[in-house]
């Protein structure tokens, strides 16, 4: 199937072919994304966690603690390059035997078939994975049309000519596979980069997770009323639940578990294997409680800090009909991401297996359709998308352990500040959150000169406690925030804001200044407040 135009005069020499199968590659990344949207099936998502486990510890603390969420953008950024270059050469093989055969139809079905290959190998989806294959045939394709007329590919005109239709194909053929991409993800239940909990993500019963199963009412009303009520009116200060709950996970792909085949099974050292599938869950009738989840990466006065309502059902009866005889009494809990954390069976028979969140069905991003919750322990524990739960024998290390972080244990206290307002009286006011796990918080207090002298700040009732199936409630939550505020008279110019927080057992937040690496930042917030800036 020779064309007129031999094959050598399609395609350019050297640097040019290498553009065209660049462009080819860009169209084949896109052509996955529109195939899939930001789902586990896209191209990116294996390369990304894949890069994220082999990261040095240092690098990803670095990345977590300096860059925050630039980081993790960054680590995708690099798994999209790997892509592109691995497409790249897939279609500079097909081109180059196509050259040595002289066969048009070599690189126009080799290429794409080369990509869907790799693709198919990276993913493990292959009819998925043909969106990829469709990019890059697009791009070959068109070049290959185009260089019917025109100058030899040899020429150096002709060569430009068929690298600019080259890289013409692939940005239109991009753009098309973006937006068809981005409204298959926004589809799938939002949320691509994990982010915050916006609208795509709140929406009910998301239908890539729960379209096959019954789904519960969560009725959080009463606690969600309360919340409301107890929250503190003041510009920039999230609500007592969060309106915006932050999200860690280490690949910035979610999982998307279709909640009918979803189960969790208790395997290991027990005398039992009990397996709960999601109706097993969805039957019982729920709690509804407060919990905080606070990340250890977070810088001290940062944004990882969150409380939400949370729907299900206490851990301990589930663990009691396994009957564990674990020597280590400790725990491995491992996820549908292929997460795993090893902590305590302490830890974990105050756990919670949350199914609801904030009155609605877990989002994707917070670890749909069910979530492990350990209340007053760092985030890194309550383990999304929760698939097991195996008792071990001996200790091990957890997925962050192994990169060096100390974050299974209970949280450290802190108060942050990150508000202030001018009051009607013309006073200023400075706020924010505190918290302290399961210990509570008792007080905050204030100093506006730098840590001289202190004053105590007003803070928010305590939230109450668990509503729905619960014995004996008790009148507060055992692990949510509150808020503080405090208004002054400003002093001429600038002055420095210190704040700190008592815990519950009387115990003030530690003054000693630690990063985040590896066991959670200390020290006290302070901030230079400028009263001519505070509007
Ligand atoms: N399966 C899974 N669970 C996970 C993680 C993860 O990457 N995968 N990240 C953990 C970390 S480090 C934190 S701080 C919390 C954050 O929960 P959120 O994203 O719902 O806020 O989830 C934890 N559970
Ligand atoms: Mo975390």
Request: proline share 0%; hydrophobic share 35%; charged share 30%.
């Given at each position: 199937m020779t064309g007129d135009t031999p094959l050598a005069d399609r395609y350019p020499p050297g640097a040019g072919t290498v553009a065209i199968a660049v462009a080819a590659g860009t169209a084949a990344l896109l052509g996955s994304f529109a195939a899939v949207g930001f789902a586990p099936g896209f191209v990116v998502a294996p390369v990304e966690s894949t890069l994220s486990r082999v990261m040095p510890g240092f690098l990803i603390a670095f990345a977590i603690t300096v860059l925050g969420d630039l980081g993790q953008q960054l680590n995708l950024a690099m798994a999209g390059a790997v892509v592109v270059v691995l497409y790249a050469q897939a279609v500079v093989v097909a081109v180059t035997a196509g050259r040595r055969l002289d066969e048009r139809v070599v690189p126009l079905l080799g290429g794409p078939a080369l990509v869907w290959g790799v693709t198919a190998a990276l993913t493990g989806r292959p009819v998925l994975s043909l969106g990829a294959a469709v990019g890059a045939g697009v791009v070959l394709a068109v070049t290959d049309v185009s260089a019917s007329r025109g100058p030899a590919a040899r020429t150096p005109s002709g060569g430009r000519r068929r690298v600019l239709t080259a890289v013409g194909a692939a940005v239109g053929a991009s753009a098309l596979g973006y937006v068809v991409g981005r409204d298959g993800t926004a589809a799938a239940g939002g949320d691509p980069n994990g982010g915050d909990t916006g609208d795509g993500d709140r929406r009910r019963s998301d239908p890539a997770i729960y379209g096959d199963v019954e789904v519960p009412t969560f009725d959080a009303d009463d606690q969600l009323a309360a919340a409301a009520e107890r929250?503190?009116?003041?510009?920039g200060l999230e609500p007592l639940v969060s309106e915006r709950f932050f999200n860690v996970s280490y690949s910035s792909v979610s999982p998307t578990p279709d909640a009918a085949d979803w189960s969790l099974s208790v395997t290991g050292e027990v005398e039992e294997e009990p397996s709960y599938d999601y109706d097993d869950l969805a039957e019982r009738e729920f709690q509804h409680r407060f919990v905080a989840l606070r990340c250890v990466?977070?810088?001290?006065?940062?944004?990882k800090l969150d409380t939400a309502v949370w729907s299900g059902v206490p851990l301990a009866p589930l663990i009691e009909e396994a009957k564990p005889n674990s020597d280590c009494d400790c725990v491995m809990v491992r996820a549908a991401d292929d997460y795993y954390e090893e902590f305590p069976l302490e830890a974990l028979e105050t756990g919670f297996l949350a199914l609801g969140m904030n009155g609605e069905p877990l989002p994707r991003s917070h670890g749909a359709p069910v979530r492990l919750l350990v209340p007053g322990?760092?985030?890194?524990?309550?383990?999304?998308?929760i698939t097991e739960i195996a008792f071990l024998e001996r200790e091990a290390d957890g997925y962050w352990e192994r990169k060096g972080w100390h974050g299974t244990g209970p949280v450290e206290t802190v108060a942050k500040l990150h508000a202030t307002a001018r009051t009607e009286d013309g006073r200023l006011a400075v706020g924010g959150h505190a918290y302290a796990g399961t210990r509570g918080i008792e007080r905050v207090e204030v100093s506006t000169d730098g840590g001289d002298t202190w004053t105590d700040a007003e803070l928010t009732e305590r939230l109450p406690g668990p509503t729905g199936a619960v014995d004996d409630p008790p009148e507060h939550a055992a692990d949510a925030w509150r808020q503080w505020r405090y208004a002054y008279d400003p002093p001429d110019g600038s002055h420095e804001v210190v704040v700190r927080a008592t815990d519950g057992t009387g115990t003030v937040q530690p003054e000693t200044e630690r990063d985040a690496y590896p066991s959670g930042a200390t020290g006290w917030v302070s901030r230079t407040v400028d009263p001519g800036s505070v509007g």
């Open positions: 929250t503190f009116e003041f510009d990466g977070e810088s001290l006065n940062g944004k322990h760092w985030g890194e524990i309550s383990v999304k998308w």
